[in-house]
C-alpha cells in the first residue's frame, strides 16, 4: 500500500513496484494529488486506487505486506492552505498506517523530510543531527508533523517491535510535479516556459539540493525491502543557491527572462544539504542523475504540459 499514491513521488513510487511485479494498493484523498497522476498505471491488473483520507474514520479490507506512508501536503502552498489536514495526516495518518502493517506483520516506511532539519546551525545535515525547528512558526505545521511521525514510528518500533523504515527525503523534482505546486524548481520552470520574470525569495544565496524523482524512488524501494530502521537521508549532496539554480533553469529553456527578488518567507532554510554516507553504507544508495540531466528531463515534460494545457 502506498499512501498519498496520487501525488507526485506517490505515483512514481506505485509505477516502480508495479514494475518489478509487486500488487499496489494506491490511497489518497487528492487533497493534493491528481488521478491523472495514476492513469497511467491503471492498465496493471496489479494496481488499485481508493480514494480515501488515511486521516479519518476508514477501514481497508483484506491485510498488506507493506505500508508506504507518503500522504501529506509537501509544498508550502499546500500545507499552509491545509495546516490542520497536514497536521492530522503526520499523526492519525501514521498511525493508521502503522497499525495497518502492524496487523499484516508487514513493514511501515514513513517517508519523513529534511525539513525536520528547520533552519539548520550543521552542515551538511547528517541524521544525527536533531535539527533548529520553529515549533510555532506557520512552517512548524508541517516541520512537526513529520517530527511526531518519526517519534510514533520509533515508539511502535521499541514498545510493540515492529519492522519500520524512516528515510528523510530532500528536495526531490521531475515529471508529474504539479505546474502550481509552489516548490523552487516548478516555480522556475513554469515561470521561464510562460516567459514570465523568475521569483526569488530573499537575496537567493540560500542553498538547496536537489534530486531527480527516479533516483529518490531507488532509494525508497531499497528501504522497504531493507530491514534498517534508520532515519536515511536520501537526496542529491550537490549544492546550488537559488540564484544558481534559476539561471540554470534559464540556460536550459533557452529563454531570456529576469530574475526579480521578493522577501524571505518566514523560518525559510537558509542552508540545505545532504549527508548521505550512511545511505550509501545501509542501502547501497546515492543518486545517478545530474541536476543539469534531471532539470532537461523536467523542463521538457513541463513544456509538454504547459502546451496541453494551452487553447
Not at 481508493?50 to 479490507?61: C, F, I, K, P, R
Not at 549544492?239 to 529563454?255: M, Q, S
Not at 529576469?258 to 525559510?268: A, G, K, S
Not at 550512511?278 to 543518486?287: C, D, F, N, S, Y
Request: net charge negative; hydrophobic share 40%; glycine share 10%.
Amino acid at each position: 500500500m502506498v499512501t498519498g499514491g496520487a501525488g507526485f513521488v506517490g505515483s512514481h513510487l506505485c509505477e516502480a513496484l508495479l514494475t518489478r511485479g509487486d500488487e499496489v494498493v494506491c490511497v489518497d484523498n487528492l487533497s493534493t494529488g491528481s488521478i491523472a497522476n495514476v492513469e497511467r498505471l491503471t492498465a496493471h491488473g496489479r494496481f488499485v486506487f481508493v480514494q480515501a483520507d488515511v486521516s479519518g474514520d476508514w477501514h481497508l479490507e483484506g491485510e498488506v505486506d507493506a505500508v508506504a506512508h507518503l500522504a501529506c501536503p509537501a509544498s508550502p502552498p499546500d500545507y499552509l492552505r491545509l495546516p490542520l489536514e497536514t497536521l492530522a495526516v503526520g499523526s492519525r495518518g501514521t498511525e493508521w498506517g502503522l497499525h495497518l502493517a502492524e496487523r499484516a506483520g508487514g513493514r511501515f516506511l514513513l517517508a519523513s523530510t529534511s525539513e525536520v532539519y528547520g533552519d539548520p546551525s550543521v552542515h551538511p545535515q547528517s541524521e544525527s543531527y536533531w535539527g533548529n525547528v520553529n515549533p510555532i512558526g506557520p512552517r512548524s505545521v508541517y516541520d512537526e508533523s513529520k517530527r511526531f511521525a518519526e517519534a510514533l514510528t520509533m515508539a511502535h518500533h521499541r514498545v510493540l517491535g515492529a519492522d519500520v523504515g524512516i528515510v528523510r527525503i530532500f528536495n526531490t523534482y521531475g515529471p508529474y510535479m504539479r505546474i502550481d505546486d509552489g516548490r523552487v524548481v516548478s516555480n522556475f520552470v513554469t515561470q521561464a516556459l510562460s516567459k514570465r520574470p523568475l521569483t526569488v525569495y530573499g537575496d537567493g544565496m540560500q542553498t538547496r539540493s536537489i534530486c531527480y524523482v527516479d533516483d529518490l524512488v531507488r532509494g525508497l524501494v531499497a528501504m522497504l525491502d531493507a530491514s534498517h530502521t534508520g532515519p536515511l537521508n536520501l537526496g542529491n549532496p550537490t549544492e546550488l543557491t537559488v540564484l544558481e539554480l534559476a539561471r540554470l533553469i534559464i540556460e536550459l529553456t533557452g529563454v531570456e527572462v529576469e530574475i526579480v527578488h521578493r522577501p524571505l518567507p518566514e523560518d525559510d532554510p537558509t542552508r540545505r544539504r545532504p549527508d548521505i554516507t550512511r545511505a550509501g553504507e545501509v542501502l547501497g544508495w546515492h543518486p545517478t542523475v545530474s541536476p543539469e540531466e534531471g532539470l532537461r528531463r523536467t523542463i521538457e515534460w513541463f513544456r509538454t504540459q504547459l502546451e496541453t494545457a494551452s487553447p
